[in-house]
């Protein structure tokens, strides 16, 4: 199933509710609702497709704030994080269709099944890895099911058992609402192969996406399904290429700063195998393929999104053409400086992008 035409490109950005990242410690209140007010605005006008919306243990609901940013904006899509088995399925899936119908299909959710079982353990899930993601294939059936059964049904599995579910309110969409998933352990694929709409990386290397790419295509096979690809950076630009160098290491050095700020050692290895792919990557140097930048991963212990590109907007751009090539159409994009590269990919990266995807697309069709 696809919510997309196939070939559309769709560009992603991020939204926290205040301004902080790896550079930028986090101060205030836990929202600042100015903030989040300009930050999903900038991206409206930048012409992004969608904006992330993310879930972590202490922070604050994902489904509420997604309701935030679309009452401040009128056409962006959300990319709302939900981590699958803490609100039954039944309840999950008409919260969702309601938002979807008050904001006129403007949802997707993106599932996951959580990668870090010290952080599981805050919100007291204490599932391994493999339970975790086996109640994800059952969360996503079960909703699907609420988003497009007729009459009532049973589910009968390991992790839920409905007795005539059944939703009143439905997503604009007929065919339910979009799932994003990531994941990159042998059960996330299973999952994924099964349930993935657009199946999400971190940036890794052209090597490693063409390989994950491969992978979940296979699983998914089996099941008749033709997912859509995205992959996540943190793009660095400047005026130069020397530029934009020079702030790829100055932002490594304020990371490493603010880490040391708050007492924090060496990164521990991480538990997911998503971390593991863009250490793997990091191991092999700090500048891979044109312009992928992993020193900033291997800092962090890659706790998340934190490779970039590297380069003048049209450079970087062109890099984002590589993965095109790879089948690659989604591309989340977010800075170390949230809200100004946000303006920024949205003046220069994105119409970069979609100029030079036209001139080939023209050039391809003149020969």
Excluded: C
């Amino acid at each position: 199933m696809s919510f997309l035409p196939a070939d559309s490109v769709e560009f992603i950005g991020f939204a926290a509710p205040r301004y902080t990242s790896e550079t930028h410690a986090a101060s205030g209140p836990a929202i600042d609702r100015d903030y989040l007010r300009l930050l999903a605005q900038a991206h409206e006008w930048g012409g992004f497709d969608r904006i992330l919306v993310a879930f972590y243990a202490t922070a604050p609901d994902a489904l509420l704030l997604s309701a935030q940013i679309a009452a401040v904006t009128d056409r962006i899509g959300l990319m709302i994080a939900h981590r699958t088995g803490f609100t039954a399925p039944t309840v999950a899936a008409r919260q969702f269709a309601t938002l979807d119908q008050l904001t006129g299909g403007r949802v997707a959710i993106h599932a996951i099944s959580g990668g870090d079982d010290r952080e599981l353990a805050q919100d007291g899930d204490h599932l391994t890895k493999d339970e975790r993601y086996a109640r994800t294939d059952e969360f996503l059936t079960i909703a699907r099911q609420v988003w497009t059964a007729e009459a009532p049904f049973d589910f009968a599995g390991a992790h839920y058992r409905i007795d005539r579910g059944f939703s009143e309110v439905k997503p604009v969409n007929p065919r339910g609402i979009p799932v994003y998933f990531g994941g990159a352990s042998p059960a996330a694929i299973t999952v994924a192969g099964r349930h993935a709409d657009t199946y999400a990386l971190w940036g890794e290397s052209l090597d490693q996406v063409r390989e994950a790419i491969a992978r979940v295509r296979a699983a998914a096979a089996p099941h008749g399904r033709d997912p859509r690809f995205s992959l996540s950076f943190r793009p660095i630009l400047a005026a130069t290429e020397e530029e934009a160098w020079a702030r790829a290491e100055d932002i490594l050095a304020r990371t490493r700063a603010a880490r040391a700020a708050k007492g924090l050692g060496p990164a521990a290895v991480p538990e997911n195998e998503g971390s593991r792919r863009l250490l793997a990557a990091a191991s092999q140097g700090s500048r891979l393929d044109k312009r992928l930048y992993t020193a900033i991963a291997r800092e962090t212990g890659a706790s998340g999104n934190s490779t970039a590109l590297v380069g003048r907007p049209e450079q970087v751009a062109d890099a984002l053409l590589d993965y095109h090539d790879l089948g690659v159409r989604t591309f989340l994009i977010r800075g170390f400086d949230p809200l100004e590269d946000a303006l920024t990919y949205g003046r220069d990266l994105i119409p970069a992008f979609k100029r030079l995807l036209a001139q080939r697309g023209a050039r391809a069709e003149a020969a």
